[in-house]
């Protein structure tokens, strides 16, 4: 069946410091990818997105490139900041018999200091 | 535009009580509707989902149940809370194979 493997943290680094989180995924037919990020004691939010391979989704200096030959969605950011502290999720979707559920990592911690 | 709304944001509750956790979602029509539950270092794991009024499908058998009493309101109940029911619950929505999701309830069972 479809599933997400995430690499697995907490992921801790310095203010302005490389980030990358490692997403590979399993799945029949075309997937979308996702990645999502949750802010302590919240829900989750939308962060990025690919529905096509070599599609590269961005947002707030974040981004992935959907690799179909690797199986992988990659989330990097050239230079975190101590508020991208957050717990953040890779998922994917695609026709299922859930309609259109997500299926989720188990995400990764990063925590960013100053 | 739209907003999904869950309550209560946090609950207490002791091990055989029963549970209501309660998501709307406004500005749209005829969602599809989850259910997900966030435990400890477990990820996200999707309990329900609903694509009409009074469709409820379970994606894992466990001690919780799900209604759709209205287009817009989903509802998660338990008769008899466990203490692994513990954890913190999301309810979402979703368009064009995206989801959104509400601010979560942050249940604990003791």
């Known amino acids: 069946g479809n599933s997400v493997t995430q690499m697995e943290g907490p992921v801790t680094l310095s203010e302005e410091a490389f980030l990358t989180i490692n997403c590979t995924y399993t799945?029949?037919?075309?997937?979308?990818l996702f990645w999502y990020v949750q802010y302590p004691g919240e829900g989750l939010q939308l962060l990025l997105k690919?529905?096509?391979?070599?599609d590269k989704g961005s947002n707030k200096g974040f981004e992935a490139t959907y690799r179909k030959e690797t199986t992988s969605f990659h989330l990097e950011k050239g230079s975190v900041q101590v508020s991208d502290s957050a717990v953040y999720f890779c998922a994917l979707s695609g026709a299922n018999q859930a309609g259109t559920a997500l299926i989720f990592g188990k995400g990764t911690t990063l925590s960013v200091s100053s | 535009s739209q907003t999904i709304h869950q309550w209560p944001a946090t609950l207490v509750q002791p091990v055989g009580s029963p549970l209501s956790l309660e998501c709307t979602v406004e500005g749209t029509s005829n969602p599809n509707l989850y259910w997900y539950r966030q435990a400890a270092g477990r990820g996200l794991q999707l309990l329900f989902y609903s694509v009409g009024i009074g469709q409820i499908s379970s994606e894992v058998p466990q001690n919780l149940s799900a209604s759709r009493p209205q287009d817009r309101q989903f509802i998660l109940s338990s008769k008899k809370l466990l203490l692994s029911d513990s954890g913190f619950y999301l309810c979402a929505w979703s368009e064009r194979n995206e989801q959104f999701f509400g601010p979560g309830t942050r249940l604990t069972v003791l």
């Open positions: 799945a029949t037919g075309y997937p979308s």
């Open positions: 690919a529905t096509k391979a070599d």
